[in-house]
């Protein structure tokens, strides 16, 4: 085929989008991919169809290759299924509700494992129907509260999703390994690098859930990574626990008067110089135990305060508190919090019990504490005393104070040891581009999704969920692939295999372009060919192909009736004088 | 590619569903096509989207051939472009309407001209950009008060909707042209029957509006045609209006007492009965003036009555009356309506005029009256004299009686003239499958995409609109193509290209089978194969096979092994024995 620029719907832009807050918005929409149509939604211009429509062909061909099939669902579904899961509350406000004429409660699904269950469940009755994957490649919508980078976090957006049906645990690990699998060969394809990291703890039932990001500065996902193999996005990291240690003959803890001393770099100053260590090492934040006071938002709309403990020498990382406290939403706790809990002496919070604060006065408040798991019984803490104006020294985890439970709330840092032993973690930043999740018997559980056994016996089913953002990828490969002038696409995904430009006024010059771009598409290619005429310097042709971003530019300038083209490599930058009949695409 | 049964995701049902209404929606479920998700929402299963995707790939090519470019718009958007539009409003309970976490208002869009207007007004400029086709296949949303007929009117639906901006009237001729040519195209190689229709009177400003129809007995749309050439839909008819007849001289109007002649057939009877005619022929229907009371739902929801009067032998017909009427809702006047309305004598109702009924007694109730267009001046009428109990002969239109308007509000009638005069037309029942809609600068203007031209002049494009019904056009081939068994696909659409079935338990047989499969595969064929073993019986392989509805089957038998197969042409019903050598698919 061959797109000729003279007629193409296409409007290349000079100016940047004033919203583009990232290099991959910029260029889509001035190269003419995608345009806006509200926050965190765009409509597809012919090109970034073209782009998009070949990473999907990519992902159906590995699907297949994964003995999945494909379906399609409805973006509109009703509410029941996933008020019987619990993910119509769950979702909170990021979830598109609506209802029709009649009143009826329906969603624009966010992803759609409950009416894939109900389709199984319709349809099949036997563990002879089982394995079974199928997938769909569907535009799925969220209510994001900060819909921004472009197609990276949008409230439309195209997602493969799959999902897996088993009778048995192996079962479900063999389909889990095909869609992995299938993922490296997708990225792989794609030329997209990523890292495989656990995306939890792990600790539910054996099922593993795992995130592919790709590496990136610009990445909002957090993970770590030790040279010993071990990866895991922050979320999922969890602490080495330190042995306890003995309690008795540790001395009682005392209480001082600390005046100005709201922060924990002003805590250890005061410590230093009122009670110096006595081997004559300087205390330091380490040695503090710091209390943070967090607000859960629950789904039923109350508002709990809660406590958490953890060494002085870390910040809490909310993310990985509300993975904890989850389907809670957490935050800090405001001014008012504290105003309406006299209990909570601010800068001077110490440890609490369900009786009230630890030391200070007693209250009729009920907050719940946590600690840090690194917080183990034995270990002695510099803290406050719940008390205006005063901490305390020497106070011992389990004598002096308990938790109600241990959190991960710390945040991790460079050098914290892989909990799997295989060395120190290093910090990096990815996108998630994958999701391969074993969902267990969660889903089919709730939907009553049982088949007959090799018994005649009923048994629940167990699932898999996968999910690839496929505007998402097309996103990240153009953040990966550009210069100062355009996009670069790899070859993979370009809208078009090779991008002729004729550059020149005189008739011969586009003569010579209509028989090569005639040759190119008799041999296959797909071709977008800069056949304008006019006032359209080649100047502005280059310009257009720079910021358009085919890998292969041929330039049909002077030397062309002399049999000579110049072959364009964008990615390399190269330009060099070929001889038509030696052109090798 | 060879499909193995053995794995499919497929189960075919033995049961109808209980709420098919109509033979493909019974045997697309049945058959494994589609499965529904909640009132008029389907979704897709492998099979299905198999066709969906062939109907799909046949429009896009046809789409190109005309010029047209592939975009792609989200399903969810913004109010403010449907409210300067008015169609906010206008598309009443049909919208499916919501507002995200901010309140903002969206809309899931039934049709895109909005949106496709402010796209080309963003990006284009000058008169040099046009013409422009553009064009999208994507998924659509109308709260459809009745969905029904499986996909034949679904709430979510695939469609092709296309838009042409030009800046002269014979440039969207053209672009009209070229899509009503493509459309040809596309029916003609989905082998679907089509009538071309006229969709509306053509008197706004000659404006083109054409429908294809799809002639089908269980049709929802009614179309007329004549012998000569002349076919619209019924709401597009437009009455001969026959010459004025001169008023002098005829016979004053009498009133006179009709107890118990509540209707037109009585009426007739009566007159007959009291005032013979004089030449001797019998009063008829014809001779009656019938006054319809009828109710408009504006859109400001107020309700205004209004009354029509048209020659006794006809009805009303809605629909009709809905297009002179748009964008207000029709209903029948109810009980309520009457008696809110003293002046309305039910039964005994006449003419009508602003300072109230004619003959009856004055009532301060405004009711507009409006006449079918055959109620030209000079012509007598028996109709009712707005008194209970009451009749009148000879009420002359134009001297006793006028009209605020014309309507076209009668049905029309097999035997009825052509608008065009050429010839009496028929009435047949059919299906929309199309629609070729010549906007001109109504969008435009209300969303204010001008351009330059030549004369550097900003001047209002002027648009076309094209809609293709995928999933309907799917529905209506399977409508179109079954037999009691099950679904016959033409081959432009069949999921697979050849259905292999493997008939019997030898490992023979199957070793037979996989060579063939193989062999179709690497000759480029689509294979569907029935390669199930232990307890499916060869029945229920063919039962399968019928109702799957490949129109090609390769049945592999006894006879394999002697190198013969059987070719089963489903359409055709024929079974013949052929060797494997001489396979010709």
Redesign the interface.
């Known amino acids: 085929?061959v797109t000729r620029l003279s007629?193409?719907?296409l409007?290349t832009l000079r100016e940047d989008p004033s919203d583009a807050e990232v290099t991959s918005h910029r260029l889509l929409v001035r190269a003419?991919y995608i345009?806006r149509?509200?926050p965190g939604?765009?409509?597809?211009?012919?090109l970034g169809?073209r782009v998009?429509n070949k990473i999907e062909a990519i992902v159906r061909e590995e699907m297949?290759n994964a003995?999945a099939?494909?379906?399609?669902?409805?973006?509109?579904?009703?509410r029941e299924p996933y008020e019987v899961t619990g993910r119509w509350e769950e979702y909170g406000?990021?979830l598109?509700?609506?209802h029709?004429?009649k009143g009826?409660d329906?969603l624009?699904a966010p992803t759609h494992e409950e009416?894939f269950t109900l389709?199984v469940k319709?349809?099949?009755s036997s563990y002879k129907?089982l394995p079974?994957s199928?997938y769909q490649i569907q535009?799925k919508?969220r209510?994001e509260?900060r819909p921004r980078a472009g197609l990276l976090r949008g409230?439309?957006f195209t997602m493969k999703d799959a999902y897996s049906f088993d009778v048995s645990d192996a079962g479900l690990d063999a389909s889990y390994q095909a869609q992995r699998d299938a993922y490296e060969r997708i990225f792989t394809r794609l030329g997209l690098e990523y890292e495989i990291v656990q995306a939890d703890a792990g600790a539910m039932g054996g099922s593993r859930s795992e995130e592919f990001l790709h590496p990136t500065a610009v990445g909002e996902d957090t993970f770590v990574r030790s040279a010993g193999g071990y990866a895991a996005n922050v979320e999922a990291y969890t602490t080495e626990v330190p042995e306890a240690r003995p309690i008795e003959g540790l001395a009682p803890a005392t209480v001082f008067d600390s005046p100005n001393t709201p922060t924990i770099s002003t805590l250890v100053d005061l410590a230093n110089e009122r009670h110096p260590r006595d081997d004559g090492r300087a205390w330091t934040a380490a040695d503090t135990l710091k209390n943070v006071v967090l607000a859960l938002q629950h789904l039923d709309g109350s508002r709990e305060l809660v406590v958490i403990g953890l060494p002085g020498d870390r910040d809490v990382d909310l993310k990985r508190v509300e993975v904890a406290f989850s389907p809670a939403e957490v935050e800090a706790a405001t001014e008012a919090d504290f105003a309406a809990n006299a209990g909570l002496v601010k800068g001077y919070i110490g440890p609490w019990s369900p009786q009230g604060p630890v030391l200070g006065e007693e209250s009729a408040t009920e907050i719940r504490y946590f600690l840090d798991p690194r917080v183990v019984d034995g270990t002695e803490w510099i803290t406050g005393a719940n008390v205006d104006q005063q901490h305390v020294f020497g106070l011992v985890a389990g004598r002096d104070f308990t938790a109600d439970g241990f959190v991960e709330a710390a945040e991790v840092r460079a050098g914290d040891p892989a909990p799997d032993g295989s060395g120190p973690v290093e910090l990096a930043r990815g996108m998630e581009i994958g999701h391969v999740f074993q969902l267990g018997r969660k889903y089919a559980e709730a939907l009553g999704l049982k088949v007959l056994d090799e018994n005649g016996k009923l048994v629940t089913v167990t699932m898999g969920s996968y999910g690839i953002g496929i505007t998402r990828i097309l996103a990240i490969i153009a953040e990966g692939n550009n210069d100062e002038r355009g996009l670069i696409w790899p070859k993979a995904v370009a809208p078009f295999d090779v991008h002729v430009v004729a550059a020149g006024r005189d008739a011969a010059i586009f003569e010579v372009a209509e028989e090569l771009v005639a040759s190119l598409e008799a041999s296959g290619k797909d071709v977008l060919y800069d056949d304008r005429t006019g006032k359209v310097s080649p100047g502005v042709k280059f310009g257009d192909a720079e910021l358009i971003g085919v890998p292969v530019v041929v330039v049909v300038g002077r030397e062309a009736t002399e049999g000579f083209v110049e072959l364009w490599d964008r990615a390399a930058g190269t330009k060099d004088r070929v001889a038509i009949a030696d052109l090798a695409l």
């Open positions: 085929m007629n193409y719907f409007r003419g345009r149509q509200a939604v765009f409509a597809w211009l012919p169809l998009k297949a003995g099939f494909e379906v399609h669902f409805p973006a509109l579904l009703p406000d990021a598109f509700r609506l029709d004429r009826a329906y624009l009416v389709l319709d349809l099949y129907d079974l199928i535009d919508y209510d509260a409230r439309e």
